[in-house]
């Protein structure tokens, strides 16, 4: 029996290729948006989409493969997935949950930490021979004893509160219903919340149901001392009002690894002195990368094997 | 009466220097080890020190003041003054403990993350353009999960493992003694400490039974994909074993707030990209540094009282 044909759409690592060619014969395009190469013969015999990337899979993509029955997405968030189309077609749509909740919750402690004591700066202090010519580092701000807050308490939020208890802070949280926590402070409104904390968290997954859900008022009511730190998706704040307030100083400071752009982000940011920025690396460990992919390949393996995905999305 | 004089040895910010002037009659000399210009009489009159440097008060400098009675350190280590010496004369010596611990073990998470997830050098990435030219940073190492050992279980150490607690990590320390703590592992030798573990802290006190305490084997058994992460003093790891493990790549990482000859730092730290350095900022806050300053004024003002010092040393 020949192997299913696969696309395996945006760019994949070696260590991921070579297991799904052993069981799929595979139609690999790493770059997203060129899939004018293909045959419409190709197109018709491809039956699943190994999809990896921050570009589009919408409805328009999905319908060149008259055939296709599941998309295994590569990561947890799939708000570039048409998933409401696929579901019309009967395509399966499965992600990748739980395998990058503790590299995301690790970074947005170390981006807390690294923003609120000047890491990075400090470390060019003394690469450039500035603590032997100047002395002491600018002094930054302390973390312990203060309050912060989480925007949406799914997995990765629940992660960064529990990361940020033995910091002796006081955890405030926004969900539409409250939750079973351990005291944390329920706000049923972002800027009420961001009001009441001195360091406010964005964890709420994409899509359009949270789109700019971080808006201008909580922006400002997060406050000039304070600081803001993004690991969720570009999409959720407001960046206009995120980039008028760090340059007017109305935010204290960001810590931002997404961008409504990526990777092409806003110019303005990079002239900002109050924001540590990073290259949407939250779940970029090897260790996480191999589980994404081997739980990706799970899920297909069970469709082709006419089994329930493992992590359905629909 | 005329108010005490005392001498500000070292460096001291505005807002300590404005309420000892309220109380003392101040001889403020900034730059360590320059008191030539003193007079004997101001050196006769002088009963007290407020000290914070990083270079010595030693038995010569201490004898050029006959009167003196008390020492005030600002900071926990007080490595740079000779207590025993000070003790033979009677002298008073004070630091500042508790008050910046809780900061120090805020920045060794922060350095632990920031080394193992690239923070520094992802931040590079995003501003120099490489994201948008060359796509994702190179990959990470992943924390939560992970073994860690901590070199010294005093109220540092302490704080650092409470912090580790909810990144899943399995807990290793090496004390003279087992202590009580929740289920982490005794080492009573830190090469079987550092062969045990994957993240290696060093948060022992400086001075002279510490010197060189993490030696060369410690170093290399922590191992090629280890990291070592240094909060204490310079003095405490053997540095000249550390640089050549750290170029041979027989250890994988280090983040390093201290230095031996700091803040002229040995130039073959610059020279790797495995090192994230730091310039002694592990207490570097606003609010700490407040806190440390009013405490070091707590002890002159029990000292000038006849009272017990607050946080006495000898």
Request: aromatic share 8%.
């Given at each position: 029996m020949s192997k299913p044909q696969i696309l395996v759409f945006g760019e994949c690592d070696d260590w991921d290729l070579q297991p799904l060619g052993e069981l799929y014969e595979l139609h690999y395009?790493?770059?997203?948006?060129?899939?004018?190469?293909?045959s419409s013969e190709t197109k018709e015999a491809i039956v699943g989409i190994a999809f990896r990337g921050h570009s589009q899979l919408n409805a328009a993509i999905m319908d060149e493969?008259?055939?296709?029955g599941v998309v295994a997405n590569?990561?947890?968030?799939?708000?570039?997935?048409?998933v409401a189309h696929a579901s019309s077609r009967g395509i399966k749509v499965s992600n990748t949950p739980d395998v990058l909740t503790e590299d995301v919750a690790d970074l947005a402690i170390g981006l807390m930490i690294a923003q609120s004591r000047g890491i990075v700066g400090a470390s060019a202090w003394v690469r450039s021979g500035e603590w032997q010519q100047h002395g002491e580092y600018r002094l930054g701000t302390k973390i312990s004893g203060k309050k912060a807050g989480i925007v949406g308490l799914g997995r990765i939020g629940r992660a960064i509160g529990e990361r940020l208890v033995p910091f002796g802070m006081d955890i405030h949280y926004y969900s539409r219903e409250e939750k079973d926590t351990p005291n944390w402070t329920h706000h049923g409104d972002i800027t009420e919340l961001a009001a009441a904390v001195d360091i406010l968290f964005v964890s709420v997954s994409g899509?359009?149901?949270?789109?700019?859900?971080?808006g201008k008022e909580a922006i400002e009511a997060v406050g000039p001392n304070g600081l803001l730190v993004n690991i969720?998706?570009?999409?959720?704040?407001d960046e206009g009002a995120l980039l008028d307030a760090l340059e007017s100083g109305a935010l204290g400071a960001a810590a931002l690894?997404?961008?409504?752009?990526?990777?092409?982000?806003?110019?303005?940011?990079?002239?900002?002195?109050n924001a540590l920025l990073q290259?949407?690396?939250?779940?970029?460990?090897v260790d996480t990368r191999k589980a994404i992919g081997a739980l990706q390949r799970a899920n297909l393996a069970a469709y082709f094997a006419g089994e329930p995905l493992v992590t359905p999305v629909n």
């Open positions: 395009v790493p770059a997203d948006n060129s899939l004018g190469h293909l493969f008259p055939n296709l590569y990561g947890v968030g799939y708000d570039t997935i048409d899509g359009p149901t949270t789109k700019g859900i971080v969720s998706r570009g999409t959720t704040i690894d997404v961008f409504l752009s990526e990777p092409n982000l806003d110019k303005r940011f990079l002239a900002l002195d290259p949407h690396q939250s779940s970029g460990t």
